[in-house]
């Protein structure tokens, strides 16, 4: 009877982790083992082009693809997440996207590169170009810093040099060249040209704008 029941938890314990897998080696999808079937929890080396399920732990390479939610570091050259982020991902592209614009379904961490794209998120974007298509809480820095909501700073590298934009309604502070929110609900602009297009001081104001 007990041996029974071992090899019934042996094979039931064989079912719940027979895809995933430790260590993922990708030269260029399909090629690769295991195949992009496979969650990984581990480590994971894409030389060229990457892909799996889900992933936790550290992922290197060139261009590397997690189609569900990714937890850890992705070091690369574009860092690709197609469910929740948690974590850091840094590279010359990293976007974050999977169409989830409800904010129980946002992501957090860090992005650092040149283009950073995701759709709701909290934590760190900092790149030349920051995008969040719908609800950002944290820091945007970069020549241009976009989202649909904001609640918390977008700031131009060099405090000023740069374009804010929060094409729904800014909770915070925008620095830079031109500002621009649709609404505000407690927050200021600091910039050159500073646009509200509801609720500001003035439609459009330099130096300071803004609504409390």
């Given amino acids: ?22 260590v993922m080696v ?27 399920r889900e992933f936790t732990g550290l992922d290197i390479g060139i261009i590397d693809c997690t189609r569900r939610d990714f937890t850890g570091i ?10 929740r982020l948690y974590g850091g991902q840094l590279g010359l ?3 974050n996207s999977g169409g989830a614009t409800d904010w129980a379904r946002r992501s957090t961490g860090v992005q650092f590169g040149l283009l950073n794209y995701a759709d ?3 934590g760190l974007q ?27 700073l977008q700031c131009g590298y060099y405090l000023l040099l740069g374009v804010n934009a929060a094409s729904g309604t800014l909770r915070g502070c925008q620095l830079g060249l031109v500002n621009f ?6 927050g200021l602009q600091i910039g050159i040209i500073n646009i509200i297009e509801q609720n500001g001081w003035a439609p459009v104001l330099p130096i300071v704008n803004g609504h409390f």
């Fill in 126 to 152: 900092d790149g030349i170009a920051n995008v969040a298509n719908g609800r950002f809480m944290g820091l945007q820095s970069g020549f241009l810093n976009c989202a649909h909501d904001v609640s918390g």
């Fill in 120 to 122: 709701t998120f909290t």
């Fill in 181 to 186: 929110a649709n609404r505000v609900e407690g």
């Fill in 26 to 52: 990708s030269l260029v999808t399909p090629v690769q083992v295991p195949s992009r079937n496979y969650d990984v929890t581990g480590v994971r080396l894409s030389l060229i082009y990457g892909e799996c």
């Fill in 93 to 95: 592209v990293n976007w």
């Fill in 74 to 83: 992705a070091i690369g050259g574009a860092n690709i997440a197609g469910g």
């Fill in 1 to 22: 009877m007990k041996s029974s029941v071992s090899v019934a938890c042996l094979m039931m314990a064989g079912a719940l982790f027979a895809d995933m897998t430790p």
